[in-house]
């Protein structure tokens, strides 16, 4: 199994991004998909999820900013990030989720924002 984060870089306090997170080695479709972020010193937090019926969550900080989307077909997550601010500067992790025995992590992706 692998999950390939992608997308991270180096954005101006207002400016967007887009992550991707494509998946190898499971059906891809049946599994939720989670975003998570790290920031330096802090814990891991729960930015956003998607279901295998589409349903989506989100974290009270990112809402109305960030968008998460799937494309079964490519077996990829997307984290459409919007009028990202400074806070938003993290590792980001994509994590596919079937129950505890089918639980996935990616290696992150940096997301740094400037003020």
């Known amino acids: 199994v692998q999950l390939q984060a992608s997308g991270g870089g180096l954005v101006q306090a207002g400016g967007s991004l887009r992550l991707s997170c494509a998946a190898s080695?499971?059906?891809?479709?049946?599994?939720?998909v989670n975003w998570y972020r790290q920031a330096d010193g802090k814990q891991r937090e729960f930015v956003a999820s998607?279901?295998?019926?589409?349903?989506?969550k989100y974290s009270d900080s990112v809402k109305g900013r960030f968008t998460i989307s799937r494309d079964n077909a490519k077996s990829t997550a997307y984290l459409q990030m919007n009028s990202l601010k400074p806070e938003d500067t993290a590792v980001y992790y994509c994590?596919?989720?079937?129950?505890?025995?089918?639980?996935?992590w990616g290696k992150g992706t940096l997301v740094t924002v400037s003020s």
């Open positions: 994590n596919t989720y079937q129950g505890s025995q089918l639980d996935y």
């Open positions: 998607i279901s295998s019926s589409t349903r989506t």
């Open positions: 080695g499971i059906t891809f479709y049946r599994y939720i």
